[in-house]
């Protein structure tokens, strides 16, 4: 079992930044691939980016392409999302997910093990 806690979720202006935080516990973190998903009232859950369990390769969905960058700390058991120039459309529930066996270029949610619980972001325009 591996368990997530997301933080850093808020309420931002148009334009602003957010770090958006996932701690781990359980099973060896860096096993796992890690992703972060979003999902905005009545849309499906969608995904936003990707990193290998080394931390040497990393996905994006085109929506945040050199907006967004996800990071790891396998020391601290920690992913990361650092959001820049944040859009009202990023407005939604962001959820962080584990995956033991999961590639990066899998953008299914399907391909995950681990969920955290998610963390609310909204961005005003």
């Known amino acids: 079992q591996v368990q997530l806690v997301e933080s850093g979720g808020g309420l931002v202006q148009a334009g602003g930044s957010l770090r958006l935080s996932c701690a781990a516990s359980?099973?060896?973190?860096?096993?796992?691939?890690l992703g972060w998903f979003r999902q905005a009232p009545g849309k499906e859950r969608e995904f936003v980016a990707a990193i290998r369990r080394s931390g040497d390769s990393t996905n994006y969905a085109d929506s945040v392409k050199g907006r967004f960058t996800i990071s790891r700390d396998n020391a601290k058991n920690t992913v990361y999302l650092q959001m820049n120039s944040l859009r009202s459309e990023d407005t939604a529930v962001y959820y962080c997910a584990a995956g033991r066996w999961t590639r990066v270029v899998d953008t299914r949610p399907s391909s995950y093990d681990y969920w955290g619980q998610g963390t609310q972001v909204t961005v005003s325009s």
């Open positions: 359980g099973r060896t973190f860096s096993n796992y691939a």
